[in-house]
């Protein structure tokens, strides 16, 4: 094929397009096959399970770390080489055969309808070849570049304009702050070595993998339990600590004795409450005692259920299988292509290649792990509970995992809010687009979708009558509205945000008492707002009229 003659631009991006092959050419050595059949190793020294992973819960962690480093300051030159579209290909198969010649069809048509049926097609051999190189990332040489592939749908460097490729040469690989956001290919990497489990689907697994996964539910389960009694535990040592330290102080009074007036070194008998000290001595020991054995009660249950763990860990080692995993990563490259669909909505651009056809955000719009934890710790820093669930009167903070899908869509959503073998303890998911136009917005959406769904699995039964989610019910069928009630929850939680965060009054009232009772700000948010306006100082003061009638 001449490009000389095709317009510039249109050259440009085909400059390193391989010359698609006549029926009657010989295979390209480009599409040479290996085998399929790659194991994906479980063993813990390839699951890292003997370093920090953002994929376990940490209930001590209390807040997201300030970013430092937004990007690397020289960028890398992958994006560079002439070779990096054959590399992403290389290796695939048939897959990479049939989306090489769409994507050079689509790239050099110049019928408008023929470039739309070829867009079409372009979306399914994208995914056809994504399903293919996604077993590929572990073991193929050209490792790195099918995984800035699969990570930002970067298959050919040329359809970006060199700005732009400067830009994503600078992004950081690494994640310093072990929080769970993901790219694409971290995610894949940790559901094939079992450290995360597959997103939940309405589909049947197939029975002879049933014992396998029977495991892993038992696993979650445990995991869930011992994560429960390590903040049993946590919580008796320190009311046993309080304990020995109300002791501490009485004993300590008792030995402060005023000198007596006109009596040289001579000290004063116990006052009343010295004398009241002493009587109290002997009950604040029983009850040391009593907080004591409680603590050895749930140190045994802890052992206990961490053997349990452990036990489970080890059947799972032995049943499971390099089957199983490549199984769960097709599984979730199903919920994946699922959950990029829904980022986009039916209107939406499902083009799922990056070019700079329709790609137009700044550095700071990306959709990158730094920007999404900037963001998120904005998100936490006014609405304070934003990630957090509350288990036997204890508030747990456990952030979701963030899939950053590499999408145009504008919609960030919950995929779902805590495992259901392991609600206590188990991370949410929420998916990120992360080319769209108001990456704030997206992260807002996916909270309140989040939020939502797990004060109505809370709710149970009554998510109509009780809690966050029946309260906005009941004012919603007082308006008498129509449509999906969590689409307004969403839409008012934005305002509760962006407006009402700032004193600017837009919700409803019986609106905001809901929100500010069930979704409250931060104790710095209150305070500013409190000398904004009465309606903010009347709901600072049922706060405290409710904490002395609450007796908390």
């Known amino acids: 094929m001449d490009i000389s003659t095709l317009d510039p631009d249109l050259a440009a991006l085909l400059e390193d397009i391989p010359v698609a092959p ?58 560079d080489s002439a070779d990096f579209y054959k590399k992403v290909l290389k290796n695939c198969g048939e897959a990479s055969q049939r989306l090489h010649n769409t994507l050079t069809k689509y790239l050099t048509t110049r019928d408008q309808k023929d470039r739309t049926v070829y867009r079409q097609q372009l979306v399914t051999n994208y995914w056809q070849f994504i399903s293919v190189l996604v077993l ?20 050919l460097p040329t359809l970006l304009t060199a700005e732009q490729k400067d830009t994503f040469a ?16 971290e995610w894949f990497h940790d559901i094939a070595i079992g450290l995360i489990n597959p ?106 259920v961490d053997e349990d763990v452990r036990s489970l860990k080890e059947k799972i080692e032995v049943s499971g299988d390099g089957e199983l995993n490549v199984s769960d990563v097709n599984t979730e490259l199903e919920t994946v292509r699922q959950m990029v669909k829904m980022t986009c909505g039916r209107q939406g651009n499902h083009f799922p290649i990056l070019s700079r056809e329709f790609f137009h955000c700044t550095p700071n719009e990306i959709g990158i792990r730094e920007n999404v934890l900037e963001i998120m710790r904005w998100i936490e ?22 899939v950053l899908i590499p999408s145009y869509g504008d919609i960030g959503f919950c995929w779902e809010p805590f495992d259901r073998y392991n609600r206590v303890t188990s991370r949410g998911r929420i998916a990120i687009p992360m080319y769209t136009k108001n990456l704030k917005n997206a992260l807002l959406t996916a909270t309140a979708d989040l939020r939502w769904q797990v004060a109505k699995e809370k709710a149970s039964y009554y998510w109509m009558e009780e809690g966050l989610t029946g309260n906005y019910y009941q004012w919603f069928q007082a308006q008498k509205l129509k449509g999906d009630v969590k689409e307004y929850f969403i839409e008012d939680y934005l305002i509760w945000m962006t407006k009402e965060s700032e004193g600017i009054q837009k919700l409803d009232r019986e609106v905001r008492n809901v929100f500010w009772r069930y979704m409250p700000f931060s104790k710095a948010v209150k305070e500013e707002l409190k000398n904004r306006a009465p309606v903010y100082q009347e709901l600072c003061q049922k706060d405290l009229n409710r904490q002395m009638s609450d007796g908390y």
Not at 22 to 48: K, M, V, W
Not at 387 to 399: A, D, E, H, K
């Open 381 to 402: 820093s006014i609405d304070c509970e934003a990630y957090c669930r509350q288990y036997r009167s204890q508030l747990n903070r456990i952030p979701p995992f963030v």
């Open 170 to 185: 600078k992004i950081i690989d690494e994640n310093p702050y072990n929080e769970p956001i993901y790219y694409l290919d």
């Open 199 to 304: 997103s939940s689907t309405d589909e049947v697994r197939t029975k002879q993998k049933n014992i396998s996964t029977h495991f892993q539910q038992l696993l979650s389960k445990a995991q869930g339990k011992l994560q429960s009694a390590e903040n049993l535990l946590r919580a008796k040592s320190d009311e046993r600590s309080s304990a020995e330290e109300l002791v501490k102080n009485q004993i300590h009074e008792l030995f402060v004795h005023d000198s007596l007036a006109g009596f040289a070194g001579i000290k004063a008998p116990f006052t009343e409450i010295q004398k009241r000290n002493v009587s109290d001595l002997g009950d604040s020991l029983r009850r040391i005692l009593a907080l004591d054995k409680e603590l050895t009660n749930f140190l045994a249950e802890y052992h206990r």
């Open 136 to 155: 590929k990332l572990t073991t193929d040489e050209a490792a790195i570049e099918k995984k800035y592939a699969l990570r930002y749908g970067l298959i």
């Open 22 to 79: 006549s029926p009657s050419s010989p295979h390209l050595d480009l599409f040479d096959d290996i085998s399929d059949d790659i194991i994906l190793s479980a063993s813990p020294e390839a699951s890292g399970s003997l370093e920090p992973s953002p994929a376990r819960v940490d209930l001590t962690v209390k807040a997201f770390p300030k970013v430092e480093r937004f990007y690397n300051d020289a960028p890398h030159t992958y994006f």
